[in-house]
């Protein structure tokens, strides 16, 4: 089993639980839409952003707040 087949899985039981479900670590648009179609509200990861100094985050808070693919 992948790792973000696990993370769906764990999304999927965690809601019963908590609030919401964060996802690290999403590299590709198909982890994204995996994670989202199996009720991942929040990701992060590689494919929103490489990591960036404060001055760089503080542009990308200026832009917008990306949003799962």
């Known amino acids: 089993m992948s790792v973000v087949a696990r993370i769906g899985e764990i999304a999927i039981d965690g809601r019963r639980e908590i609030v919401g479900v964060v996802a690290e670590g999403v590299e590709t648009v198909e982890q994204a839409r995996f994670l989202?179609?199996?009720?991942?509200?929040?990701?992060?990861?590689?494919?929103?952003?490489?990591?960036?100094?404060?001055a760089g985050f503080n542009r990308i808070l200026d832009d917008g707040v990306a949003r799962i693919v």
């Open 36 to 54: 989202k179609d199996h009720g991942c509200d929040t990701a992060q990861g590689y494919l929103y952003s490489r990591p960036v100094p404060l």
